[in-house]
Every structure is written in C-alpha cells, then in structure tokens.
C-alpha cells in the first residue's frame, strides 16, 4: 500500500530551537496537508498546499511556523523558535484533490516535545 | 467548523456489530458524510464515505437517512483491533478541501 512518510518519528528539543518536520506524500497526489493533534484541541488544521501551491495557512501562527513544498516529493514544517505550547502530534496527509471523494491518506505523524 | 454531532464514548462486544451515530442536521445538498478513524498513536484512516445511498465496503457500512440529516456507521463484526475515535465529517466532494475533526466518538471493542 502506498504510504505518507514522515519523519522523525519522535523529535524532543529544547525551547528556542528550530524544529523541522518532513512529509513525503504518495507519489502523484498533488494535496498535501497539515494537521496538529493535542489532547485539548484535539486535530487542527494548520496549513494546505495544491500543486506546491500553498492555499490557506490561515491555522498557524505566522511569527514562528512556515510550511513549504520544495518540490513534489516533500513538504516541511518548520517551527523557529519552538515553544513548549508546541508540543504536539503534528501529522502529514496526502490526496489526489480531482478525486477527494475518496478521502485522504495520513502519515503516522512526528510526536514533537518541547521542553 | 465541525456541523456534527456524535456522542462521546460506546462500548461494544467484540463480534457484535457496532453502530455508531451521527447528526447532521445542517448537510447541504452537495455534502458528503465522511467517516475516518485513529487508532491510538496512528494517524487518521479513511473508512467510508457517502452522499444518499447506502454504502458498504470491506471495512464497514454506512447507512445515511433519506433526510439525510443524520447517518449510522456500522462495524458488522466488531474486533478488538476496531477499539479507536471514529470521526464524522461532512464535505463538500471534489474540491480538495480540508477534513475539519470534531471529538468524534471513542470506541472500546470489549472481548
């Protein structure tokens, strides 16, 4: 089955460091999105690209998250400088948008830890 | 903006079929229902998903009512391995927009 990879896996940092996560979607869909997951919010929606394009990033603070897609194959998350109220399952998906009827693909997403 | 309602929390008994609700009172004409689930420490898993008709694939059934304001997912023979949140989502199909989450309903399968 074809997957969404994101890495790390796990990533603890310290307070003020710049974190970055990695998506590589499945090969040929041109929807990427990315969602974050605490126990009190539960699953938001952050930013969505279309074709490397982004379309609404309107969820993430502006002053410290940026997300990008340098080419096709990757999307990245950046948090610079990172804050413990960041700590987070920050999680990836991936989908084909003429065909979203069928749903989308989700990473096993990177566990993130601020200290 | 989550436009469903589902109840917390249900128990079910593993290999007996497990019904869950969801009110959509407000879908509109071109809404979809979608149903996905997250099991514990994955990322969310599309299930199925419907406009009017009944649907059924190989994990589960999803059975809309004619008003359509409100529809039932149903795990025919529930296993522990079903034991996750299950989402209800309505959408707009093909556009390529985003899945809003609400708290969905927690699912324990009891053997």
């Known amino acids: 089955d074809a997957r969404v990879t994101q890495t790390p896996r796990h990533k603890v940092t310290e307070m003020g460091q710049e974190v970055t996560m990695r998506c590589q979607p499945i090969l040929g869909h041109n929807t990427v999105f990315w969602y974050r997951q605490t126990m009190m919010q539960g699953l938001e929606l952050l930013a969505y690209?279309?074709?490397?394009?982004?379309?609404?990033d309107s969820g993430m603070p502006k002053d410290r998250f940026s997300a990008e897609m340098p080419d096709a194959t990757l999307a990245t998350l950046k948090i610079q400088p990172s804050e413990p109220r960041d700590s987070a399952v920050y999680f990836c998906?991936?989908?084909?948008?003429?065909?979203?009827?069928?749903?989308?693909?989700f990473g096993s997403g990177t566990r993130l830890t601020v200290v | 903006d989550a436009k469903t309602t589902q109840p917390p929390s249900m128990d079910c008994a593993e290999g007996r079929a497990a019904n869950l609700p969801c009110n959509h009172s407000?879908?509109?004409?071109?809404?979809?229902v979608y149903w996905y689930r997250q099991i514990h420490s994955q990322g969310p898993q599309y299930i199925i998903h419907?406009?009017?008709n009944n649907e059924t694939n190989e994990m589960a059934s999803l059975i809309i009512t004619e008003d359509r304001k409100s529809s039932t997912l149903i795990l025919p023979h529930a296993t522990l391995r079903d034991t996750a949140v299950y989402y209800c989502i309505v959408r707009v199909a093909n556009t390529g927009n985003q899945f809003y989450f609400g708290t969905g309903t927690s699912l324990t399968v009891i053997p």
């Open positions: 407000t879908i509109s004409g071109n809404e979809y």
């Open positions: 419907g406009l009017k």
């Open positions: 998906a991936s989908g084909l948008s003429v065909s979203a009827a069928q749903g989308y693909t």
């Open positions: 690209f279309r074709n490397r394009a982004p379309l609404d």
